[in-house]
């Protein structure tokens, strides 16, 4: 085991040794290596091994990685949605490394285990890669897969062991055997070098625009992001930017790209002589299509097949808009003599931060040559005017939905220095090897401190200096990190919440175990200490059948159909183009009101559609291609009803509430608002039925006697109540691992349950994932970081920053900053003299 840094020996040797350990360390620690080991020292002593990831870009890469091992015992595979039909049968029967992904060992593996019988009786190791992805309902779904999974391994007399990699989270140990069952080892200390990584804390500045209540309107995130992008590439810094949505990468990509096409243009169509060079009707709004880039953005799926999401997380509504990504003017050429060491100084922000991570001695020697772009250095300039033109085909995009074969071409590319700027979705966050890397750009906070630091430790993989830039959107908690980097800086990374007793997310998973084979009391502990509860109301519904031997599935449907593992239940609505019949896809049925109503724009690998009609009954929305120059936001009411309190206790003069819940939402219209402006332009009235959800909140209270002083110094309670739900739902990321489209809230000057001021925020998953759980236990510190957002925020009445949301069903209408704060104050006044000194 000679060459193994201490960490990678550790966990390889546990693991050797039959011990379940998982390994904890930062981003480019080596470890592959660490599972590496033990798994093809296994795989020579005959056994087989099992390897889990979240996307199959990263089953892919590491594919490349053994196969550039060349040790011919190995014979490895990848098993899912991108694998031909006709080589499936090989893999089952004569692989014996399978890398595949949590979908189709749900759908495709486990309940066929009768056809992998052979592999799992030699099964030595299972590898559970980037597990930290494994969160929330999502999270909770893959723990009942893994415990299915040792169950069908129990039936063919193997016991294999355990191996998980996480970037580096908190409690890993805890965390892994809440993910597992089993008792686990975990190795913590990092002994890789590192080279040092600057991170810039990144404000877009405020614009001429405004929004709903004439509140002012900042620059986007994705608009900078563009203009950083190009001007590193100009630069010759080899970058990634990571952008929340596909559409945002899209965006990042195009804009860059036409920012480059001006430099060009500019740069080759005058020639010594005063007159135009060849070529130079290039126009900015066109290029030829680069051999990397995709080929069939149109491409969808096999049919049956799980596809690959863009993030882990569980889906939720479409994330906020880019209200106004227009592209600045033409940038002047930069002197490429000299590598800029990072963002030019004329894009300085409004408040921006940066911290210098100290790291190990690096090599201050020239980089490889095979880093650098053809015919260049870091030192880069392009001698004549072909070479210019091609300029913007140094910049693409990357996300789910290519061809498998174009999104490896893209990974290709990135690392040999063909494309030097490279827009993606947090697909490529996870352990995909574009090792050279200089600086990384992400578009908004990406969610939790652990994905940061993933996202930044893809620059500088090779050991060397990096930076990162982090450039907030115009949402509170952004606001908040950038005003509060010590909220980032020296705290530790998020426990990472999942919860596998969930009834709804339990039940699912007992039905497909009792279809691949019938339970029996023995197997109970298996799925936890609800799981008695949870059979006998199967049985009452008639989804199982309860007999002496056991349970029983005895249904034709397929059992595996009850649990949608990255969705939120219920029949997928398909999308169908109405002209053609043409299905582009599916949206999960919560989420349907939302994102496909009539009149909605949808967007579908690049294309753009307009929602002709949403057809619940027969679950299809039909849509039309168009051009829409606007964005559109469903609109709802939500009523919420107490079903039981759980746990409370004081809060100042109020209490803090966490117990179940009842949702009952409508979508009731939707809003227009004009791409490049953010301009509202109309407000769109909805006829679709109320959807409820029996769910898990977090709430607290105050009684007339504390809030009878604001109301009596004129102060809206309604709208101060208000304020403080939204800005409470956009800072509990930050204590909870989820996004603020997992949660929900609720506000009242009077409900009906308590008769008391009232503000809920909820788990926006069926019977809850935790995050609210998560509030209600650090609520002191979520309801501070809260208060401290809105009083940072430079606007006068509120703005999207601190107050205002964007899923805001009455319009944002009232809402009271200065009551809010007020309110706060009042609320969290007992919790600051007990730490005054």
């Not at 392009?382 to 498998?404: E, N, V």
């Amino acid at each position: 085991m000679t060459g193994l840094w201490p960490h990678q020996y550790e966990a390889a040797d546990l693991a050797f040794r039959g011990r379940n350990v998982i390994i904890s360390t930062g981003t480019a620690s080596g470890k592959s290596l660490a599972y590496l080991t033990p798994a093809i020292t296994a795989c020579l002593d005959g056994g087989t091994i099992l390897y889990l990831t979240p996307t199959k870009a990263l089953a892919a890469d590491q594919l490349r990685t053994l196969r550039e091992l060349r040790i011919t015992k190995v014979r490895a595979a990848t098993f899912d949605g991108d694998t031909p039909f006709e080589e499936r049968k090989w893999v089952r029967q004569h692989a014996n490394y399978v890398l595949t992904n949590p979908d189709m060992l749900h759908r495709g593996i486990l309940p066929r285990h009768a056809q992998w019988s052979s592999f799992f009786r030699r099964l030595r190791m299972i590898v559970v890669d980037e597990c930290h992805g494994y969160r929330g309902v999502f999270g909770s779904h893959v723990a009942q897969i893994l415990r299915r999974l040792r169950r069908v391994c129990a039936r063919y007399g193997s016991d294999p062991t355990f191996l998980l990699a996480s970037a580096t989270a908190s409690e890993p140990g805890a965390f892994a055997k809440r993910l597992t069952g089993l008792e686990m080892h975990e190795v913590t200390v990092d002994a890789s070098p590192k080279g040092s990584t600057t991170i810039a804390l990144w404000e877009p500045p405020l614009t001429d625009l405004r929004g709903e209540g004439g509140a002012p309107i900042r620059r986007t995130a994705t608009a900078e992001a563009a203009d950083l992008l190009a001007d590193l590439v100009l630069a010759d810094i080899r970058t990634l930017a990571f952008v929340r949505s596909r559409r945002g990468a899209e965006t990042v990509a195009l804009s860059a790209r036409a920012k480059l096409a001006d430099v060009a243009f500019s740069l080759i169509a005058p020639t010594e002589h005063g007159s135009l060079a060849t070529g130079s009707s290039t126009t900015t709004n066109q290029h030829n299509a680069a051999p990397w880039e995709p080929k069939d953005p149109d491409h969808s799926p096999t049919p049956g097949s799980p596809s690959e999401p863009d993030h882990v997380p569980t889906p939720g509504p479409p994330s906020e808009p880019d209200h106004h990504s227009q592209v600045p003017g033409p940038l002047s050429a930069p002197d490429h003599r000299t590598p800029a060491p990072g963002p030019p100084d004329h894009h300085a922000p409004s408040r921006a931060a940066s911290l210098t991570t100290p790291g190990e001695p690096v090599d201050e020697g020239g980089a490889d040559e095979g880093d650098l772009p053809e015919g260049g250095s870091l030192g880069w300039s392009i001698p004549d005017a072909s070479d210019w033109a091609s300029l913007p085909d140094r910049i693409a995009a990357y996300r789910a939905g290519y061809l498998a074969e174009d999104r490896r071409l893209l990974e290709k590319a990135l690392r040999a220095g063909t494309i030097m700027g490279l827009a993606t979705t947090n697909a490529l966050e996870l352990g995909v090897d574009v090792s050279g890397l200089d600086a990384v750009l992400i578009a908004g906070w990406p969610g939790t401190r652990a994905s940061l630091w993933q996202q930044a430790g893809r620059a500088g993989r090779d050991g060397r200096d990096a930076l990162a830039v982090l450039i907030a959107r115009d949402d509170p908690l952004d606001t908040y990190l950038v005003h509060h980097p010590d909220a980032l800086f020296g705290r530790p990374v998020e426990a990472i919440v999942l919860d596998p007793d969930n009834p709804y997310v339990l039940g699912p998973h007992l039905c497909a175990a009792a279809a691949e084979i019938p339970l029996a009391e023995d197997d109970l502990p298996v799925f936890g200490d609800t799981t008695p509860a949870v059979l006998d109301d199967l049985v009452a519904q008639g989804l199982l059948r309860k007999r002496p031997a056991g349970w029983f599935w005895t249904r034709r449907e397929r059992a595996t159909d009850l649990a949608d593992i990255r969705g939120g239940g219920g029949a997928p609505i398909q999308v169908v183009e109405s002209s053609t019949g043409r299905l582009l896809g599916s949206v999960d049925e919560p989420s349907a009101h939302t994102a496909v109503h009539t009149g909605a724009v949808y967007l579908h690998q690049g294309e753009t559609f307009l929602v002709e009609v949403l057809d619940l009954e027969a679950g299809v929305a039909l849509v039309s291609s168009a051009s829409p120059d606007y964005t559109t936001f469903a609109r709802d009411i939500t009523d919420i009803s107490i079903l039981g309190t759980q746990r409370s206790h004081a809060l100042g003069p109020g209490t803090l509430h966490f117990g179940e819940v009842e949702v009952t939402r409508q979508v009731v219209s939707y809003l227009k608002r004009r791409l490049q402006s953010g301009e509202m332009l109309g407000d769109e009235p909805l006829d679709l039925p109320p959807r409820t959800l029996r769910t898990r909140a977090v709430w607290w209270t105050l009684p007339a006697s504390a809030v009878a002083p604001l109301a009596e110094a004129g102060i809206d309670l309604g709208g101060a109540a208000h304020a403080a739900e939204h800005a409470s739902i956009g800072l509990l990321p930050l204590f909870a691992t989820c996004d603020r489209w997992d949660i929900g809230g609720v506000s009242t000057e009077l409900h009906a349950d308590t008769g008391l001021l009232t503000v809920f925020v909820y788990d926006g998953h069926e019977g809850g994932a935790g995050f609210a759980e998560r509030g209600y236990a650090r609520a002191a510190d979520w309801l501070t970081a809260t208060r401290e957002a809105i009083t940072s925020c430079e606007c006068d009445r509120g703005c999207p920053s601190c107050i205002q949301s964007p899923k805001c069903g009455n319009g944002n209408e009232p809402l009271d900053k200065r009551g809010a704060i007020r309110l706060l104050d009042i609320l969290l006044a007992q919790q600051e003299s007990d730490t005054d000194p």
